[in-house]
């Protein structure tokens, strides 16, 4: 009996990784069209098919990957579920999961409390994981391989995330506010020990050492995030050396900021400038609309699910590039004054 020929032989024969022979095969990814054509001359060279069932002979797979955000086990007292970066996160990891001929589950967060209960994954991806994170141990105590989008700090050594370039990402905001003629810049950071607030913390705390600026960093609590912020911002314009900016780090607290500028009767951006940390609807929809951070949650979502397919394919990976870094865009609202200087006060 013929031996079926695997995605691996194709790769190797025509001297491409196995990701690119899986975008070319899937009309994914970017594949130069030289590239795409030698490797679909390969695939009919040696009569490759894909096999869904004979992957799932291998150790019982059930094509279905598992996905797990940053929700409370009361879920109906959780904005996390109305967040649209959660929602763009969840959709675009589907579509990444339904064209790799897998299925997507999204997991309720009471797992860490009960177990898998038979829920039928092959492997996790876990969104904003805190330090040592239980969902990521449930998983890896079930044998199953786990992809995080941003970093597991309590896992130094793990190199299988998706993260943002959070270093670069803050600078960027605060270079731009000072752009804009901003002396005081205020940080409402979010109460909770995931990566990517405690590093958006350093990076933050590093830039003003460089620039001996004040520091002016407010710690707002998750919930309930909107009037938490709204709070938290009343009581920095009251003050008596009121910021002239404010970095909203979280996208629940943005409504908040602006409801609490409205109330202190501040003009933005005229008396309080006021940028975002991650891109959202409450920032584009905002009166005015709000200088955000993209962090482009639909391409971290398809490396995630690149990254968690390759893992399964191959021992250890594979040639799949882990970590990945998804770059973020800083879009120019008016609530920055869309690129316009401000006047220095």
Not at 292 to 297: F, N, S, V, Y
């Amino acid at each position: 009996m013929a031996i079926r020929p695997t995605i691996r032989d194709v790769a190797k024969a025509a001297g491409v990784s196995i990701t690119t022979v899986s975008h070319s095969l899937n009309g994914k990814g970017r594949v130069d069209p030289a590239t795409r054509a030698q490797v679909m001359q390969v695939v009919r060279q040696l009569g490759y098919r894909a096999n869904r069932n004979a992957r799932g002979l291998r150790s019982g797979r059930s094509d279905t990957l598992g996905l797990l955000l940053p929700v409370r086990a009361d879920v109906q007292a959780d904005e996390a579920l109305s967040l649209d970066f959660y929602m763009q996160l969840a959709t675009s990891a589907a579509a990444a999961a339904f064209s790799r001929e897998q299925a997507l589950m999204l997991l309720p967060p009471t797992i860490v409390q009960t177990g898998l209960r038979g829920f039928g994954i092959d492997g996790g991806i876990v969104v904003d994981p805190a330090p040592r994170d239980p969902r990521v141990s449930l998983l890896t105590e079930h044998g199953l391989p786990v992809v995080t989008i941003e970093r597991d700090l309590g896992r130094p050594d793990d190199r299988w995330y998706v993260a943002s370039e959070t270093d670069a990402n803050t600078r960027q905001v605060l270079d731009h506010l000072t752009a804009q003629g901003a002396e005081r810049i205020a940080l409402l950071v979010p109460e909770t020990d995931w990566g990517w607030a405690t590093e958006t913390l350093g990076a933050v705390d590093s830039w003003i050492s460089e620039h001996s600026a004040p520091r002016l960093i407010v710690p707002v609590a998750m919930q309930p995030g909107e009037e938490s912020a709204f709070q938290a911002t009343r009581r920095l314009l009251d003050g008596r050396q009121p910021p002239d900016a404010i970095f909203v780090v979280a996208a629940r607290f943005v409504r908040g900021a602006l409801r609490a500028a409205a109330a202190c009767s501040r003009q933005i951006p005229g008396d309080l400038l006021i940028a975002a940390g991650v891109d959202c609807v409450q920032a584009r929809e905002g009166d005015p609309p709000v200088t955000a951070l993209d962090l482009h949650p639909e391409r971290q979502a398809e490396a995630a699910v690149e990254m968690l397919v390759g893992r399964l394919d191959g021992p250890d990976g594979g040639e799949v590039e882990a970590p990945v870094y998804v770059r973020a865009t800083l879009r120019l609202r008016a609530s920055t004054g869309a690129g316009t200087p401000r006047a220095s006060a």
